[in-house]
């Protein structure tokens, strides 16, 4: 799986929206972008994913450049409950023995402050 | 989404002693499941693959004599950690998939805390 770059941590403020970018320069054709964001003692919970168009849910929006070499994962209006780590992952996705197998970086600490 | 649970949410034992962790898929099948180890103020490390009905795949460093998994139906996995000494020590989060092009999303347990005193 390809390998991501984030930021160590980054600040919101509260009602703003939060921008988080990630750097994936090695991403494969086959290969989509997956967020995750995990708070303090709890299991990832999934956000969003995409191949190479943007997508939009009830929790954020991914933008995935042209080239697919980065992404940023937008929450239009940060809360406090947003505070976590959010992980980029790039990985295949399909029908294969390692469908869902995830490789984690460090990810972004995300704090939302009032 | 899809709910992942794990039994017990935390546990602490002595040191040789084994203790047994389980992941359940309660609104779905999982073909695969996953479990992840993660330690203060670090990332999620990924131990092992496991496939129902087949022997897990562990990931380079990973004792499997001493990370028993066993997937024995499409809802439920078992990590059972062996003689466990403080070290292994962690939190401990399974996660399972279903395969599915562009749609097998993977969903988290809430996590297992392991203090080995």
């Known amino acids: 799986d390809a390998k991501t770059t984030q930021p160590t941590s980054m600040d919101c403020a509260e009602g703003r929206a939060a921008n988080l970018p990630c750097n994936h320069s090695?991403?494969?054709?086959?290969?989509?972008v997956y967020w995750y964001r995990q708070i303090h003692s709890q299991g990832p919970q999934y956000i969003i994913h995409g191949l190479k168009n943007n997508e939009t849910n009830e929790m954020a929006s991914l933008i995935i450049t042209e080239d697919r070499k980065s992404s940023t994962l937008i929450l239009p209006h940060a809360t406090l409950r947003d505070t976590a780590v959010y992980y980029c992952i790039v990985r295949v996705a399909g029908y294969n023995t390692n469908a869902g197998k995830s490789t984690f970086g460090d990810g972004t600490t995300l704090t939302v402050k009032p | 989404g899809a709910v992942v649970s794990q039994h017990p949410s935390w546990v602490i034992c002595k040191s040789g002693t084994s203790v047994k962790i389980e992941c359940r898929s309660l609104d779905f099948q999982a073909t695969t499941m996953f479990w992840y180890r993660q330690f203060p103020k670090q990332s999620l490390m990924l131990m092992a693959t496991?496939?129902?009905?087949?022997?897990?795949?562990?990931e380079q460093g990973v004792e499997k004599d001493k990370f028993l998994i066993n997937h024995a139906s499409l809802t439920l996995s078992t990590l059972t950690v062996t003689s466990a000494h403080p070290e292994d020590s962690s939190f401990y989060i399974c996660?399972?998939?279903?395969?599915?092009?562009?749609?097998?999303?993977?969903?988290f347990g809430p996590g297992t805390r392991l203090t080995v005193l």
């Open positions: 496991s496939n129902e009905g087949s022997k897990a795949t562990y």
């Open positions: 996660s399972a998939s279903v395969g599915g092009v562009g749609t097998d999303t993977q969903y």
């Open positions: 090695t991403i494969s054709g086959n290969e989509y």
